[in-house]
């Protein structure tokens, strides 16, 4: 597979995955490691202050060492929040700028509010923020968050954590034929197949958390999500057979026994 | 002197600093963030801030999230 490049770095693996719902830490460790991603999400929250002070933090168990860490702006509805969010995880990350800005508009269906998405990637960018965006599949959008700068866009398959799968397949067609950045798709996957088709349709990416985390074995369905990118990466390279109305014998039928029948 | 820590009502000493609250809290995770009354405050200025009355103190750290 050739390498993803994100913000000047080369990624082997195609698939991103959350942090979020895990039964502990330890799990959280053992399914990252199994779906082999280099780049992982994070929310940024308030410390839950009274924990046990030997308790390990999630960054001790994800090491920003060995992995990308891409802070989230889960759970702001506005530009304003988004952007204090962008700075403290800046900030708790020793100056990096890299993130996932999500603006939400609904709390049922988690839809992106694209006008403050807009607003705060324009001033995140000037501010020399390199933006991963979380939209919707609408192609003229995902266009404009190309054009003002953003490094990667990520539109949805489905609502996160609904495991619904692609549900538009020609608008994620279209935004992969237009884009000149790379096209992640980010919430939505309910399973192993849904990532290879994602890929196969020529998506530079996966993103997902809840698939992986609500299995009902997390550490295995991590196995499955990253033979799935792999599968679907290389079978879009490999270029796909052109689908025919009739069978098409795959034996000869030159020196058939009984081809006076 | 009362300060918020977290949204919740704190007593803490005066001439106190960011690494004393730290410290009272028993934290020691390196990867975090401080806001004091909603402006970051670089990790450059945790020993030479001075907490202030009613100050609003937020401690922010990154935990699992998609």
């Given amino acids: 597979m050739s390498k993803l490049v994100l913000d000047n770095k080369s990624y082997d693996s195609r698939l991103i995955v959350g942090t979020g719902k895990y039964k502990d830490l330890d799990e959280t460790k053992l399914a990252i490691e199994a779906t082999g991603a280099e780049m992982v999400t994070v929310a940024i929250r308030r410390m839950n202050i009274g924990q046990d002070k030997n308790k390990l933090n999630l960054l001790d168990f994800i090491s920003p060492e060995k992995y990308t860490i891409l802070p989230n702006t889960a759970g702001c509805y506005t530009a304003e929040d988004a952007i204090r969010t962008c700075n403290l995880a800046a900030e708790i990350l020793g100056g990096k700028k890299l993130v996932k800005l999500e603006v939400l508009g609904d709390k049922k269906t988690l839809y992106p509010n694209l006008t403050e998405t807009l607003k705060a990637a324009e001033i995140l960018i000037k501010d020399d923020f390199k933006i991963m965006v979380y939209t919707t599949d609408d192609p003229l959008i995902a266009k404009e968050l190309e054009n003002i700068g953003c490094i990667s866009v990520m539109p949805l398959a489905a609502p996160i954590g609904s495991g619904l799968g692609i549900q538009n397949k020609y608008n994620i067609l279209s935004i992969v034929e237009n884009a000149n950045v790379p096209i992640i798709v980010d919430a939505g996957v309910g399973t192993a197949s849904d990532a290879t088709i994602v890929m196969e349709m020529g998506c530079d990416g996966v993103l997902m958390n809840t698939a992986i985390a609500c299995a009902d074995n997390p550490v295995l369905m991590a196995s499955a999500m990253k033979k799935a990118v792999e599968a679907g990466y290389e079978a879009f390279h490999a270029g796909r057979i052109i689908k025919k109305k009739y069978a098409s014998a795959s034996s000869p039928t030159r020196g058939n026994l009984f081809d006076n029948k | ?66």
């Fill in chain 2, 1 to 66: 002197m009362n300060i918020f820590v977290n949204q919740k009502k704190t007593v803490a000493s005066k001439e106190s600093t960011i690494i004393n609250i730290l410290e009272n809290l028993d934290i020691e995770n390196k990867y975090l963030a401080v806001e004091i009354n909603e402006a970051i405050l670089p990790k450059s200025e945790y020993d030479k801030y001075i907490i202030q009355e009613n100050d609003k103190i937020e401690i922010i750290n990154a935990i699992g999230g998609g």
